[in-house]
Every structure is written in structure tokens, then in C-alpha cells.
């Protein structure tokens, strides 16, 4: 793989990074996007009736000073939250866009690199600091210098750590495929370094989830969550937003976290054997587990938003396949709004035809607390309104039939705080309906003011 650790050089990128003059930048409005890759912006660039693109509503992206998610709201009565960014986020924003804008001399990189620290888009930013014409190397602590080679040498080890582990998986007769992670910043950055990772994902069935578990805690890792649940019971819970496992190992040079899921996507295991043998998910796939996790978090990490414009400015997808896949999984309201938020926050080529394909899913009615903004996070939502959401964001009748199911059935933390004998294990079906009954009641006497918002 593509690193830049031996003695934790700079790293560099195959490509040449392409700078843009930021002399227009804090009054720049994103421009809609278009089937065709010359940006939509540029003075040669076709016509939008030339290239096929429908008239759109003025852009209010943050680089407009405005919220994120303002384009979900044509359809929609709901109205997020009012965002207006700051000149520092602007600057941090096109710096992290797959075209970077090179960043005014007024800045102060000590401040840029700590709010980038804070939004956890570190390693990008530096990197393209650093190779910036008016980089003041006098200025800047060596400080941030050490952290980025910190970063670069844990990727590394997790990266090391990761392959070793399917090995093992291997081994053991588990068939597994790496999640996010290492793989992905080579596949959007070209470099293990560029990418902050905190842990190694692995995906396995949940028929092979206990032999995973045995073969893993006999290797050293312990269990963080769901500790004493037998596997087998620990396999028949969770969906793709909650079925995972932590584990860590304090053997080596560092503590490793291991993150075990058995659900990623509404799919049939038996769909994902293929891809496991492969040690990859198909790329549409892939593209909606990344939209899933987005989801996951309100469309409120930087991080995960900028991973999906790296991805479509650099390997666009197939756009027909991507929007079957996202219509067959019960994924395309996820799919487009992801998409649209998107396109608020990054000057991408999207064709208006797959736009046009998903509005019809993405058009609903959602709470106001729905999109999250990646640079002023809303507070987290409580149980009984995350539970609100997801259902909303489920366009099929029998995805929601199915979401109400998992809701129903005993929860891994419910097995887990009391253990009981298999013949007592109906009990736990009484205590899982009291407990929810509990959380939807006291989301209601907490959020008045979402009832009702959903269709």
C-alpha cells in the first residue's frame, strides 16, 4: 500500500494537488451540479441548459452562509435549524473539498489546524497546509508536526493489525471484509496518513459471529460491550445502525480497538458471502454503507462527508447502479438526501438525472433536528427521537414493519444486565417492552414538539 512511513517523511500524494485562488472564495455560492466533469463553475463550462441540468433555487450551501441542508427543504415543511459558518469554517471547508482552495495569508494555521483537529479532518488539513506556497513552517508549533507522524505511524499499526486479522479469521473458517478504515483513505487519498482512524471495523455473518469471537479473544482481545453474552445470542441482535461489538487488545506498542459487526446493510448474509471471499464490498454497496453511517450520525461528521466527496469527485460512481442498489435495499430517501447534502457542502458533478431518480424518495416530511451541521453539531437526540427517525427515513412499508420488529425484540444491553437461564429467556421480552415503553413515553413529555412531523 501506498504510505509514507518509512522514517514518517511528508507524505505525498500520486497526484499533484490542484490549488485554487481563494480571492473569490468567501462570496463563492456553490454552483448546481451537472453531468459533466469541467466544474459547473468555470468560465468555459456549457450552459446549464447545454448540458442537460434542470434550473435549481439558489445555492445555500455554507459558502453562502446558510445551512447545510437547506436543499432538503423543497419538498419538505420542515426547516433546519439557521447556520451561519464563520470565516475560519469556510476556509477549512475548501480546504477540504476534493478541488482545495489555497487558503488566505490571513489566517492563522495554529487556529485552522486546531478547529480541523476538532472536526477530526486533521491529517487532511495539515497535509495540505504544509504544501501550500505561503506555508510560515516558523510559525506553526512543531506540535502539530508530531501529531500528524502519530497519526501516520497508528494507521500504520491498524493497518498491519487489520490484515492479520482477517488472517486469523480466515483461519478460523470466518469469512470477514475490512470496513472503512485503512482502505478507504488509500482509496480516496492515496495514503494511509491522510485519514484519522481510531480502530479496525470488520464485518462478519451473524452465523459466523461466535467462531469470530472465540478465535479473537483467544488471540488476546477482550470484550468491551456485550461482556459474559453468549455469542449466539449476542448474533440474533442489533440492525445495520446498532449491531456491532468493541473489543481491545493492550498487547504491542499500542492498545488496539476492534470494532466486530455482524449487520452493515438490509441484506440477507447469504448476499455478502461473495464479498467477503473477495475482501470487499461491490462499490454501490460500499458507497451506501458510507451513506448509512452518515445517516447514522445526522449527516453531522465532517469527516464522513468529506470521504463521500473524495469519492464522487474522484471515482464516480455508476449512477444508474447506485440508484438501483439504493432502491432495492429500501436505501434511496438515505441515498438522496445524503446526495443533496452533499452538494450543500461541496462543488460536485452529479448528474440531475440520478438527482431526479432519488427526489422522489428523499421528499419527506422529517423532524427539524433531522440533518445535523458538521460545524455546530446539535445536541444528541434522545432514544425515543432517534427511533422517530429512522423510521422515517425508511420509505417501505415493510422496511418500518421490520424496524418495528427490532424494536420489539431484546436489545444485546438488555441480555447483558441480567443473564438468565434459556428456559427464563421469554422474560426478557416483557422487560425489553417496558423499557421501550418507557423511552417512547418520556420522548414524548421531552419533545413536544416532534409529534406529528412524520408522513
Not at 502539530?144 to 498491519?160: K, P
Not at 492479520?164 to 478504515?181: D, Q, S, T
Amino acid at each position: 500500500m501506498p504510505s509514507s512511513f518509512a522514517g514518517l517523511p511528508a507524505p505525498t500524494k500520486k497526484k499533484p494537488l490542484k490549488w485554487t485562488l481563494a480571492a473569490s472564495w468567501p462570496a463563492r455560492a456553490r454552483t448546481p451540479s451537472c453531468r459533466r466533469t469541467t466544474s459547473c463553475s468555470s468560465p468555459t463550462a456549457p450552459s446549464r441548459k447545454a448540458c442537460g441540468a434542470r434550473p435549481r433555487r439558489p445555492s445555500r450551501s455554507p459558502l453562502a452562509s446558510s445551512s447545510g441542508a437547506a436543499r432538503l427543504m423543497v419538498r419538505s415543511s420542515w426547516v433546519p435549524p439557521p447556520h451561519h459558518p464563520g470565516e475560519l469554517d469556510r476556509v477549512l471547508l475548501a480546504l477540504c473539498s476534493p478541488e482545495a482552495t489555497l487558503p488566505p495569508r490571513w489566517i492563522n494555521p495554529e487556529t485552522l489546524l486546531a478547529r480541523a483537529a476538532e472536526l477530526d479532518v486533521f491529517p487532511l488539513t495539515f497535509h495540505r497546509l504544509r504544501r501550500s506556497p505561503h506555508w510560515p513552517a516558523d510559525k506553526v508549533s512543531p506540535v502539530w508536526e508530531d501529531r500528524f507522524r502519530s497519526n501516520a505511524a497508528r494507521n500504520l499499526l491498524l493497518d498491519t493489525e487489520q490484515d492479520r486479522l482477517l488472517n486469523l479469521l480466515k483461519r478460523a473458517g470466518v469469512p470477514a471484509l475490512p470496513l472503512k478504515g485503512t482502505r478507504l483513505a488509500t482509496q480516496l487519498y492515496d495514503d494511509l496518513a491522510l485519514r484519522a482512524q481510531v480502530d479496525v471495523d470488520i464485518y462478519v455473518s451473524p452465523e459466523g459471529l461466535p467462531a469470530a469471537l472465540g478465535a479473537l479473544e483467544a488471540d488476546g482481545y477482550r470484550r468491551l460491550t456485550a461482556v459474559g453474552l453468549p455469542a449466539k445470542r449476542l448474533a440474533a441482535t442489533g440492525d445495520e445502525f446498532t449491531s456491532e461489538c468493541s473489543l481491545e487488545k493492550r498487547a504491542g506498542p499500542m492498545p488496539v480497538l476492534l470494532e466486530l459487526h455482524w449487520r452493515i446493510l438490509p441484506l440477507p448474509p447469504k448476499e455478502l458471502e461473495p464479498a467477503c471471499e473477495k475482501g470487499a464490498l461491490p462499490a454501490p454497496l460500499d458507497f451506501l454503507y458510507l451513506c448509512l453511517q452518515a445517516s447514522a450520525d445526522r449527516w453531522g461528521t465532517l469527516k464522513t462527508l468529506t470521504d463521500l466527496a473524495h469519492w464522487v469527485s474522484q471515482q464516480p460512481p455508476d449512477w444508474d447502479a447506485l440508484a438501483a442498489a439504493g432502491e432495492r435495499l429500501g436505501l434511496a430517501r438515505i441515498l438522496g438526501l445524503t446526495l443533496h447534502v452533499l452538494l450543500d457542502y461541496f462543488e460536485l458533478a452529479i448528474p440531475e438525472a440520478a438527482l431526479a431518480r432519488l427526489d422522489s424518495s428523499a421528499a419527506a416530511r422529517l423532524p427539524r433536528t433531522a440533518v445535523a451541521n458538521p460545524f455546530a453539531p446539535l445536541p444528541s437526540l434522545s432514544p425515543a427521537a432517534t427511533h422517530r427517525l429512522r423510521w422515517a427515513l425508511r420509505e417501505r412499508l415493510a422496511d418500518r414493519l421490520r424496524y418495528a420488529a427490532f424494536l420489539l425484540r431484546p436489545t444485546a444491553a438488555d441480555l447483558a444486565a441480567a443473564p438468565l437461564p434459556r428456559r427464563l429467556g421469554f422474560l426478557y421480552w416483557g422487560v425489553r417492552w417496558l423499557r421501550l415503553a418507557g423511552v417512547l413515553d418520556a420522548g414524548r413529555e421531552r419533545e413536544p414538539a416532534l409529534a406529528g412531523v412524520y408522513r
